[in-house]
């Protein structure tokens, strides 16, 4: 699975029971009904849209896509005329044209589950860290690539990687100025980093060592170290850079370690294989979405002094995090409001699938 930046740090301390359904309720209903609908910029999701269509119109015409109500027989071919619509635009439409396209194509679905709407949307965003190709000073956290020898074992658990597990493979892409960020970067699963002489390296996620993601505040609260409401990426950040003797234990709780490959070009690039957008690119749970899906999301900023974020999305990526039929996880770029956001992101929020008329 070719997924990035997406294991949001908060995701899940607690599922809703109401997940364990497998299928998602579908209730069709008009776009002037969907939250917010007459305020979003829609048109904003365009280039998205191109990038993941770009992605369907080259798939098998019989690839299964969740896209038929009620059932899991729908197929790449739904989206073709959608897609090829946008597709023949040589320039960026109008909003009201746009719109148009978007109300004869598709139609939009409120999910549910088990009669409940309400699902957990978390945030992530591309960090910046400070690096080196060389290992001196205080650059003495590696950050791997995902070896092409197969001869190398990569399912250790992460405690046995930082311990020195892959040292000496010719696996190091950069070395890093603190254990604490580099794991943050493992969480995101893509970001920058700045070297020495300015330059900037761009990684993305390349594979895992197939340890299953567990959240570290759950493990913090669980100490007593945080309390259950104080928990947030900001929080957990603090704790580990204040407790240096007692955070590599803390983060090996997650044995789970993320491999990376040098992005060349746009970037960071989500599991569907296409450049993320901010504001615009959404992580999903590919066995209830389709990646390439749009979604319309109504939930609260992170900050409650903005406006609710109701607007149309781009399903576009996974995370190990990201399970269920209503979980988000919303990209938020690069920068310091985003990370100020993704960190503080873990709204309740409800869900709309917008899905080709069949």
């Avoid at 992530?124 to 650059?139: D, I, N």
């Avoid at 992005?263 to 690039?269: D, F, K, N, S, W």
Wanted: aromatic share 10%.
């Amino acid at each position: 699975m070719n997924f990035i930046g997406v294991m949001a740090l908060m995701g899940a301390l607690v599922l809703s029971a109401c997940q364990s359904q497998k299928k998602l309720d579908y209730e069709a209903t008009h776009f002037t009904s969907l939250p917010g609908s007459q305020k979003d910029g829609t048109l904003e999701a365009f280039p998205a849209m191109q990038r993941s269509c770009d992605v369907v119109l080259k798939e098998s015409p019989t690839k299964r896509y969740s896209t038929r109500v009620g059932a899991q027989n729908g197929k790449a071919s739904d989206w073709y005329p959608f897609c090829k619509a946008i597709k023949a635009y040589t320039a960026i439409p109008s909003e009201a044209e746009w719109r148009q396209l978007l109300t004869t194509y598709l139609t939009p679905y409120k999910l549910s589950l088990n009669g409940v709407s309400k699902g957990q949307f978390t945030g992530y965003y591309e960090p910046m860290l400070r690096g080196s190709k060389k290992r001196y000073g205080p650059y003495q956290t590696p950050l791997y690539a995902l070896p092409k020898n197969a001869l190398i074992n990569t399912n250790i658990p992460r405690s046995q990687i930082v311990s020195g597990g892959l040292s000496n493979k010719g696996l190091e892409l950069v070395w890093v100025d603190n254990p604490v960020d580099a794991f943050f970067l493992q969480i995101q699963g893509s970001g920058r980093v700045v070297l020495e002489d300015g330059a900037v390296l761009r990684l993305g996620y390349a594979g895992t060592n197939k340890h299953p993601y567990f959240p570290i505040g759950k493990a913090l609260v669980s100490r007593g170290a945080l309390k259950l409401g104080e928990v947030s990426m900001q929080s957990i950040c603090a704790w580990l850079k204040e407790h240096p003797l007692e955070a590599e234990s803390v983060m090996s709780e997650n044995q789970s370690y993320v491999f990376f490959r040098i992005l060349e070009g746009e970037g960071p690039i989500g599991s569907q294989g296409v450049a993320l957008t901010p504001g615009r690119s959404l992580a999903v749970d590919p066995g209830y979405i389709s990646l390439g899906t749009p979604m319309w999301i109504d939930l609260n900023h992170p900050d409650c002094k903005k406006e609710r974020l109701q607007k149309l999305m781009m399903a576009q990526d996974t995370g190990g995090a990201i399970k269920g039929g209503l979980r988000g996880d919303y990209f938020w770029g690069y920068g310091d409001a985003p990370s100020e956001y993704a960190g503080k992101m873990n709204s309740d929020g409800e869900y709309y699938a917008l899905l080709p008329k069949v």
